[in-house]
């Protein structure tokens, strides 16, 4: 067959399109989350915790996933306590266990307390101090999503009246938490954990009111690496909390 420089043309077209179908996309965006808690008295403003927490990827990953493809269960629900992060020798030595954020049976090294955080849910009875909120800055690639939670002076039942214990073992002197997602069931077994942090013992007491404010930051990266401005510092988060390392502990 005889072919004219039109027929050439089409003929390299195709192989041009054929080249451009076959080559492999260099998408290099990725997403990354950060996390800090702080547990301040919100009356004299003492600050008892000031850290960032552990993320346990593989949890979070399923539960992002179902919240997208809105498969009702996976989305933050509650925030949990224990006493079960840390061990204190004769001396006043205090060792601090690695936070769990591996498995998807993770949890709590000892859970002793739990609180709804999730301010759609009908079991929330304070809405106002126990609470999620969305913020974004238009133009920013990156959202937070401040969880707060409140323990009041009368809670747990059960408590001590004052925060003096000598005994670190008590079930309200709290050394984790982790945040901890809704799987049909409230404080359900089969709720997953989202994020641990372990820290220095501090006792909830009658005479002391706590809240917690526990910052996610989930950020689109373009090139898999994390500037200045978009890190989780003192001077960007709602509590005014410092980023480090993400061990959690």
Known sequence: MHLNKYTRMTEENKHTESKED???PND????MMQGHIKIFDPETGEVLVDKRNAIHYENMSQALAKSLANKTTGFIHEMAFGNGGTSVDPTGIITYLTPNSTGTNATLYNQTYYKVIDDNSSTNKDTTRNKMEVRHTAGNKYTDIVCTCTLDYGEPTGQDAF??????NGDFVFDELG????EGTENGDSNKLLTHVVFHPVQKSLNRL???????????LTTFTETSSTALTTSN?????TSGSNTGY
Request: glycine residues 6%.
């Open 22 to 24: 076959n080559k492999k």
């Open 28 to 31: 290099q965006s990725g997403v």
């Open 163 to 168: 925060d003096n214990t000598t005994n670190f």
């Open 179 to 182: 945040l901890k997602s809704w």
């Open 210 to 220: 706590i809240q917690i404010d526990y910052t996610l930051r989930i950020q689109s």
């Open 237 to 241: 988060t709602v509590s005014g909390t």
